[in-house]
């Protein structure tokens, strides 16, 4: 039997503000993102110091899960290999954004941090430790104020990597429409919301009509590879009457698929209290508003996670204060209590 690991500890790179990791994810009370060079700012990368470290981490892994590690649903029965190439890329390293979700971590509030990433691709190309296949994620902060940004995604799609793009969708831009529009990869955006005052609040910036002609332009270009996001957050956005206006909004779009998540950071800034008490009857409400409108539906993150585990002991989840808490709050919830507010 292959020991528990995961592609990204051994072919994925993650750009972080500071640092580079193997991935992105952060779990369990502050492990994860495994790191690879500390104090990092953009400089030039001793690629086979890299995959050095990375080799050495495998090793430990084979032999029982490294504490970075520890707890991550990522983690799968996983066969190594001795290739020294990188093929999965991440770029959370930019913290410029034009939103101040109110769900975000204030580090991003008014923020301009980030470096140039393009000419360390390159290098990585023209040093033979690329590998097609695989997927590049731009994440953020806000991905289209990325320098160089155009010029490294047009750098993707020229050498064979599917790219997959988190936007807050106020600023168009030319090279996502592109990718759209050769089907190279997919977008998403976070609306969160079906109505211009809704998405103020959420968002704290004045710009629910650029967003939604971003939609409707990109819905043009591919339908199939455009994801509209909604993030629930407790007494703002976790309302029949918002959701339905939001259905109304993709339908009018052409929009063929939604994804619904609930914001672990807001939740954390009160000490994992402010959680949506009745997030499954949402959820429910989702999935028959997609149903009936030929939406697909798509969960992400934690919801995923304890959807599948509905009935899940309270022992395996109380190492996890996040969703512990949402798991009591799931049990608690009562039908005859909801009326979500129309």
């Not at 939103?99 to 975000?104: E, G, L, V």
């Amino acid at each position: 039997m292959n020991k528990l690991g995961c592609s990204f500890l051994e072919s994925g790179i993650n750009f972080d503000l500071n640092m580079v990791s193997d991935c992105c994810i952060s779990h369990n009370d502050g492990r994860g993102l495994p790191v690879l060079i500390k104090n990092y700012y953009g400089d030039p990368i001793d690629w086979e110091m890299l995959f050095d470290i990375k080799a050495k981490r495998i090793a430990r892994q084979k032999d029982q899960t490294i504490y970075d590690c520890l707890g991550c649903y990522h983690l799968a029965e996983y066969k190594y290999t001795d290739e020294r190439k990188i093929s999965d890329f991440h770029f959370s390293h930019c913290r410029s954004c034009n939103a101040r979700c109110i769900y975000c971590s204030e580090e991003y509030s008014g923020n301009n941090r980030n470096y140039n990433t393009y000419p360390i691709i390159k290098d990585l190309i023209e040093k033979g430790y690329y590998k097609a296949g695989g997927e590049a994620t731009f994440q953020g902060g806000e991905p289209t104020l990325m320098h160089n940004f155009e010029e490294l995604v047009q750098l993707f799609i020229e050498n064979g990597t599917t790219v997959r793009i988190h936007t807050s969708g106020i600023k168009y831009s030319p090279i996502i429409e592109e990718v759209l529009k050769k089907n190279k990869g997919s977008v998403v955006i976070s609306l969160d919301s079906g109505t211009n005052k809704t998405y103020k609040k959420i968002k704290q910036v004045d710009c629910f009509s650029k967003v939604c002609e971003t939609i409707k332009n990109y819905s043009i270009a591919n339908k199939d590879n455009l994801i509209i996001k909604y993030i629930i957050i407790p007494g703002i956005n976790d309302n029949i009457r918002e959701i339905e206006k939001f259905f109304v909004l993709m339908n009018n779009y052409g929009v063929k698929t939604v994804a619904i998540d609930i914001e672990v950071q807001y939740a954390r800034k009160y000490n994992n209290k402010n959680v949506s008490p009745h997030i499954f009857l949402l959820v429910d409400y989702f999935e028959k508003r997609t149903q009936e409108t030929g939406i697909n539906l798509l969960t992400y993150s934690f919801i995923s996670y304890v959807l599948k585990n509905r009935e899940i002991k309270k022992s395996l989840l109380i190492k996890n204060n996040f969703l512990y808490t949402l798991y009591i709050c799931t049990k608690n919830d009562k039908k005859k209590n909801i009326i979500y507010r129309r």
